[in-house]
């Protein structure tokens, strides 16, 4: 076993943050890449060391070549890739372990099977969780596509083959606008993704979209850390996230617990990871894909069990054994989850960028902020929209949604738009307030809200 001494960070903004403080909570070293637009981002400033990546600023944080080279320069032991950007790149975690440095997620082989949609709804199928009908294999010709369309049978959903963050996804509910729709879905996942095929699969009407971390070492020993509703997206991307789903009666937990880890365990996954499922109205089960990284929402699941995800995805890199047992994971009340985007919600959502020119944070008992705002820092127009995450806790249900609206109340982000003003409209709503939503929640009430 290698215990970890030296942690490179191959991320950026909030997440970058977030391994840097589990780091200096298990007394390792960090170091920092940044862009050159990212000179004044604050992880800069909060690692131990960091170290410029010149060039294209998006670029910076993908050219694994040089992220490995400054990693072995800077005797690092190992690199955290974070959320997006290296994060799912087997090419990339291959590369470090062949240059002697611990990858710190799971293994090349995992994320290559989840990282193709089909084959691991394959996969998964084969050790028994239940999927959706679809297409096995990624389909390019429009007439092949619509052929296995009529036979799923319509309303289907057509998915970039090889993407993700909602891209590439059209709903297809009656069969003279496949053409069309398949034709735009290919567009698209061929400008974000640089290919163009696409999968088909049952549309399942008013799901919700449930997901279980999983957490398994080296040895075997798997484990689930309970369930997050992540139901309330815009375009099929998440806006904000809840642990333990307000919603869910026991059987279908329990039955998803026990398909998430059995699966893992079949599938001798390790590290952490989360299972996506979405629950049709009946509470029937479906998987819908595998995330091989921590994920952005991964705080409601600390806040509810205590358990610092990312310093355990750390020890098991090493090589740690697991040092609890499923029984010993207590749930502990509701935690929910803002994403904080810069975005302006009466324009269409467009990105908004600027210098914040005002930045007070909520607190108090219950509140967590992870975010690399601060007053004079400028936003880039370069990466991704989301800027922070506010979450909550409470004991119950109705009391984390008043924690909410008072968090909410407190926080004040100026020198330009934001979707808070959206969340504050979201808490305040009957139906979110009685747990009652499904994934098409916030484009029914987009309309009232904004
Ligand atoms: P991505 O990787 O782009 O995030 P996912 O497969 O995880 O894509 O799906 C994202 C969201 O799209 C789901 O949470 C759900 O709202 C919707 N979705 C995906 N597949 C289906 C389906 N078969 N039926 C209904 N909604 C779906």
């Known amino acids: 076993m290698k215990k970890i001494q030296k942690v490179l960070i191959a991320n950026r903004g909030e997440i970058a943050l977030r391994i840097i403080r589990a780091c200096k909570e298990l007394e390792i070293k ?62 990339f975690a291959r590369a470090c372990e062949e240059n002697g440095i611990i990858f710190i ?30 297409t096995d294999e990624p389909i390019i010709d429009i007439e092949e ?23 590439g996804m059209r709903i297809v509910r009656q069969e ?20 163009g095929e696409a999968f088909i699969e049952k549309y399942v009407e008013n799901p919700r979209h449930i997901e279980i971390q999983v957490i398994a070492d080296k040895y075997g020993n798997v484990l689930h850390l309970g369930e997050r509703d992540c139901s309330i997206q815009r375009r099929h991307q998440k806006v904000i996230e809840i642990a333990p789903s307000p919603r869910l009666n026991n059987e279908a937990r329990k039955e998803l617990y026990r398909i998430a880890t059995k699966a ?11 299972v996506e499922f979405l629950l049709d109205p009946d509470d029937n089960i479906y998987f819908i894909e595998m995330n091989t990284r921590v994920q952005v929402e991964h705080p409601v699941t600390e806040t509810i069990t ?33 994403r904080i985007n810069a975005e302006n919600p009466l324009k269409g959502f467009m990105p908004s960028v600027g210098t914040v020119t005002k930045y007070l944070t909520p607190g108090g008992p219950g509140v967590r902020l992870d975010s690399a ?24 249900w ?26 504050r409209e979201i808490v305040r709503d009957q139906d979110f307030k009685d747990g009652k939503f499904t994934t098409n929640y916030l484009d029914t009430k987009m309309d009232i809200f904004t």
């Open 373 to 396: 705002l601060y007053t004079g820092y400028k936003v880039p127009p370069n990466y991704d929209s989301m800027v922070g995450k506010l979450i909550v806790w409470a004991l119950d």
């Open 176 to 195: 003279k606008d496949f053409k069309e729709l398949f034709e735009s879905a290919s567009n698209e996942a061929l400008k974000y993704f640089g290919r």
């Open 264 to 274: 893992m365990f079949k599938l001798g996954y390790e590290s952490v990871g989360t």
């Open 30 to 91: 960090s170091v920092a890449i940044f862009s050159e637009v990212d000179i004044e981002g604050v992880w800069v400033r909060k690692a131990d060391e960091c170290y410029p990546i010149l060039g294209d600023v998006v670029q910076a944080y993908l050219d694994y070549e040089k992220i490995i080279s400054i990693a072995k320069k800077s005797d690092c032991d190992a690199i955290h890739p974070g959320y997006g950007f290296l994060s799912e790149n087997a090419d």
């Open 145 to 167: 596509g619509a052929k296995i369309a009529r036979e799923i049978g319509f309303p289907v959903i057509i998915k970039a083959a090889f993407g993700g963050g909602g891209r």
């Open 306 to 338: 205590g358990v610092d995800i990312i310093q355990r995805m750390i020890q098991i890199a090493e090589g740690d054994k697991m040092i609890f047992l499923q029984e010993e994971i207590n749930f502990r009340g509701y935690s929910i989850e803002f």
């Open 105 to 134: 997620g799971p293994k090349p082989e995992h994320i290559e099977l989840f990282g193709d949609k089909m084959a691991s709804k394959v996969a998964m199928k084969k050790v028994g969780v239940p999927v959706l009908e679809g």
């Open 398 to 423: 109705e009391g984390c949604v008043k924690k909410a609206k008072r968090a909410l109340d407190e926080f004040y982000v100026e020198g330009f738009p934001t979707n808070i003003p959206l969340h």
